[in-house]
């Protein structure tokens, strides 16, 4: 069973289009984010829900707009796209969130590759 | 705010030579620490970590980490390298207030036969 799932791998698509990516985890978590990596293999946070509560808001343009349906799930919608959002975006979950403390760090999906064209 | 530096973006190493791969990091409390790698089109997998306790931390692969507070690093080490340990490393830091991991800009190892 795969811990941290994302779909589709792959996702090519014009400019100007809308998309979805999505998240689901099995692990019981309580905490899942979204990172984006760009062509420099560069990788930074977007967002961070915990127990479908947004958390974390780095400063990403607001054409993107999760969602959480329930803590096992966070999707990733992204409007009007442009050719910067071509990038490889992860999805993430830990046990721990705004109870901090316990440790560790985040269990990674395989990735979604996006190109816009 | 919490950062991560990886001064190197690549280091070569000749297989069964001692590999460090470096990390310095910088918090305003006390860290957690950690190391992933990312082998070509794949997600990122976890190595090690150090939340507290003994600084010398052991992780996955025969690889190992130092956390040195004084020098504010967590240095990537095994003591003779593989081709296969070949990828993309990540070091990383979260300060224990907040709730966000942030990644260093990873460094490329290549291990040469």
């Known amino acids: 069973d795969t811990a941290v799932s994302q779909t589709p791998k792959y996702l090519v698509t014009q400019m100007g289009n809308d998309k979805s990516i999505k998240c689901e985890q099995n692990?019981?978590?309580?905490?899942m984010y979204w990172y984006k990596q760009d062509s420099k293999k560069f990788l930074k946070i977007m967002f961070s829900?915990?127990?479908?509560?947004?958390?974390i808001n780095e400063t990403v343009p607001n054409r993107f707009s999760p969602k959480s349906p329930d803590k096992a799930h966070l999707n990733l919608h992204i409007n009007s796209l442009e050719l910067g959002d071509s990038a490889v975006y992860f999805c993430?979950?830990?046990?721990?969130?705004?109870?901090?403390?316990?440790?560790?760090?985040?269990?990674f999906g395989s990735g979604t590759r996006l190109t816009v064209v | 705010a919490q950062s991560v530096a990886q001064p190197e973006d690549q280091v070569n190493v000749a297989e069964g030579n001692p590999l460090t791969v470096k990390c310095t990091y910088s918090?305003?409390?006390?860290?957690?620490l950690f190391w992933y790698v990312q082998y070509p089109n794949r997600g990122l997998q976890f190595l090690l970590k150090y939340i507290t306790g003994d600084n010398l931390v052991k992780g996955s692969y025969g690889f190992e980490a130092e956390f040195n507070k004084s020098q504010t690093s967590f240095h990537l080490k095994k003591p003779s390298a593989l081709v296969s340990d070949s990828a993309l490393y990540f070091c990383a830091v979260r300060d224990r207030r907040d709730d966000k991991i942030i990644f260093g800009k990873g460094t490329r190892l290549h291990i040469l036969p």
């Open positions: 993430a979950s830990s046990q721990e969130g705004l109870q901090g403390a316990s440790n560790y760090g985040y269990t």
């Open positions: 918090v305003s409390g006390n860290p957690y």
């Open positions: 829900y915990n127990n479908k509560e947004l958390i």
């Open positions: 692990l019981g978590h309580d905490t």
